[in-house]
């Protein structure tokens, strides 16, 4: 399970944007260094085009909107008991405070809509990754640092990515209706997976990279590039997914 895990992680940098600007230079470099001029400016070139591609505004705007667009903005007003907020990246460093720590768009969107849900739970799922705290805990952490009483949060620290944290909830709620609250760009591929299962999420997309108008005449941008990578890591989820059918 845990060599899984890490190969479906070692494999996934590798069809990313970065992942796969590095593998074209890497070949590009290694024909050059061949004296194969040709075909390493073929590779070099590709690269770069990449790197100019992925980094360009339309371009990765392009990318995350067709994924944020298929949700919209929850109104607060399903009369629902659990609100499950997934998992994400976290670290421990003492020096930041708590809100820097972890994906507080995500755990600010789950509380808000706790506080105008009338006995409503909510549901912090996410192992530790490199740190000795899951960020389950982290997350629950944020929340009661916001107000929310600890018998109304529910952690499960094992779960290492969404399927799991997917098979959780279901052991715990069946098919009953609940809220789900992740990042816009990973909301279709949650919803898709939950609904596989059998269970029956309201989505509450979060943590929006879209913007409204694209920036034709800007220089490349490292932001863009980390949009493209998001995007780009649904889309090959959701490939995966269907291939695994």
């Known amino acids: 399970m845990e060599f899984g895990f890490f190969l479906k992680k070692f494999i996934t940098f590798f069809v990313e944007p970065f992942g796969m600007i590095l593998i074209a230079f890497a070949i590009g470099f290694y024909f050059l260094f061949n004296a194969k001029y040709r075909v390493a400016k073929v590779f070099l070139g590709f690269a770069l085009g990449l790197l100019l591609l992925f980094s360009y505004h339309p371009f990765s705007n392009f990318l995350v909107k067709n994924l944020e667009n298929q949700y919209p903005k929850y109104w607060y007003k399903e009369k629902i008991k659990y609100i499950h907020v997934l998992g994400s990246g976290h670290n421990t460093d003492e020096s930041q405070p708590l809100s820097s720590q972890v994906a507080s768009k995500r755990v600010l969107e789950g509380v808000i809509i706790h506080l105008q849900t009338p006995n409503s ?40 990515d969404t399927k799991e944290e997917a098979i959780f909830t279901k052991s715990l709620i069946g098919d009953e209706a609940f809220v789900l609250v992740t990042s816009a760009s990973h909301m279709p591929r949650s919803v898709k997976l939950f609904k596989s299962l059998g269970l029956n999420p309201i989505a509450a997309p979060t943590d929006f990279h879209k913007r409204d108008v694209n920036l034709y005449f800007t220089p490349p941008d490292i932001d863009n590039l980390y949009d493209s990578k998001i995007a780009m890591h649904e889309y090959f989820g959701i490939l995966w997914s269907m291939l695994k059918k």
Not at 123 to 132: K, V
Request: net charge positive; proline share 5%.
């Open 121 to 160: 739970k909510l549901i912090f799922t996410g192992y530790e990754g490199d740190t000795n705290v899951s960020n389950a805990q982290m997350n629950a952490s944020l929340a009661l640092a916001l107000g929310v009483k600890s018998e109304n949060i529910i952690v499960n620290p094992k779960p290492k």
